[in-house]
């Protein structure tokens, strides 16, 4: 039996998700929503997507355009176990009591207040408090990334304390109404950034405060991270580059910037997406009891892992190793 999931928003976060449910031999996508019919949604229907109308009132606008649609997302939701919510910001929210009403589970993004769900959710930091639940909220990606990497170290070290500074894309390429030209903005200006809150939603028992700014760049993210612990860098070291969904990589081999890494992901992934941390092996260092780390995180794809990986701990279809391993090697992560 496979869970047949709809993904409610084909954005930027919805067709990568909708593209890795589809590599899975445990679950299938049913259909995909649009707001409008412009080229993302034709293109949804080009690659095999049965498209539904996000928003019922709009369907005569699919019309005009000659773009096929199967019903609205209220058909949509009768034919799922589970929807996978990729709508902006707070919209989610404002789904949610339709997804109540027709009786299937949901998986939220980063952009909804936590309390929209039962529970917040990282694969590596807490797979199994999300098992049998119907409302699971996957964390963003700057919070994704933050709670990978101290999950991995503490699995090898005892962590005093996280200070992490991020410094964020502004916004994603496709983004052409807003954005940042010339100028760093402290985001907040009064600190801590809300990253920490969100990392303890996860990992509730760390101490862990942040800071951000967003500059002007689409490509990824970068992380400054300290974390005051008890424990040895070679064990750190050995525990990051064991952990697939982490990928170091080293200067030396010319990785200089964020511009680099995606230049290698071009070659490596379609639309150059990368699922994982990437970590600077030469960053790796530790002064006076403090563990120092850079790592890059690609923003739009590095929560589409844990979006698969939540629905299977919804349905209890799979162990947190089983499904971390059948998702990494169906989306090439190694
Ligand atoms: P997006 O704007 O690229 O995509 C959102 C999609 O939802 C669009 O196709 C839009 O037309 C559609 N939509 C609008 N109103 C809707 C409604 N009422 N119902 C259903 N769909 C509707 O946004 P995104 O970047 O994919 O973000 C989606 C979610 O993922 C947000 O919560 C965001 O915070 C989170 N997230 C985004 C990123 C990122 O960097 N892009 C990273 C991690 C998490």
């Known amino acids: 039996m496979k869970v047949k999931v709809a993904i409610n928003g084909y954005g930027t976060i919805g067709k990568r998700v909708a593209d890795a449910i589809n590599l899975q031999k445990d679950m299938e996508v049913v259909g995909v929503t649009k707001t409008k019919p412009d080229f993302e949604a034709k293109l949804a229907v080009e690659k095999g997507y049965k498209l539904y109308v996000a928003i019922p009132e709009r369907i005569e606008f699919f019309e005009k355009a000659e773009v096929k649609v199967e019903g609205t997302i209220d058909d949509l939701l009768e034919k799922v176990d589970v929807v996978v919510d990729c709508s902006p910001n707070k919209v989610g929210a404002e789904n949610k009591p339709k997804y109540e009403k027709a009786g299937v589970k949901a998986v939220f993004q980063g952009g909804e207040k936590s309390h929209v769900a039962e529970v917040s959710f990282n694969a590596l930091a807490n797979y199994d408090e999300a098992r049998g639940k119907n409302f699971v909220r996957v964390v963003s990606c700057n919070t994704t990334g933050l709670a990978r990497f101290i999950s991995v170290v503490k699995s090898v070290a005892d962590v005093k304390k996280v200070r992490a500074t991020m410094i964020r894309r502004v916004v994603d390429p496709k983004e052409d109404k807003k954005g940042l030209v010339n100028g ?19 990992l509730p028992d760390v101490n862990i405060v942040t800071t951000a700014f967003k500059v002007p760049t689409t490509l990824m993210h970068v992380h400054g991270i300290s974390i005051e612990l008890d424990g040895k860098l070679e064990d750190i070291v050995a525990a990051l580059e064991e952990e697939p969904r982490i990928m170091l990589v080293s200067e030396e081999d010319g990785f200089t910037s964020t511009a680099k890494i995606i230049e290698y992901a071009r070659e490596l992934r379609m639309r150059y997406d990368i699922f994982e941390n990437v970590v600077w092996r030469e960053s790796l260092a530790i002064h006076e009891g403090e563990l120092f780390a850079v790592q890059a995180i690609h923003q739009e794809a590095i929560v589409v892992p844990e979006n698969v990986d939540a629905i299977r701990a919804m349905f209890e279809i799979a162990e947190k190793e089983e499904s971390i391993r059948m ?5 090439g992560i190694k």
């Open 184 to 202: 760093i903005m402290p985001d907040p200006v009064k600190l801590p950034s809300h990253h920490a809150e969100d990392v303890k939603t996860v």
């Open 327 to 331: 998702t990494n090697e169906t989306l």
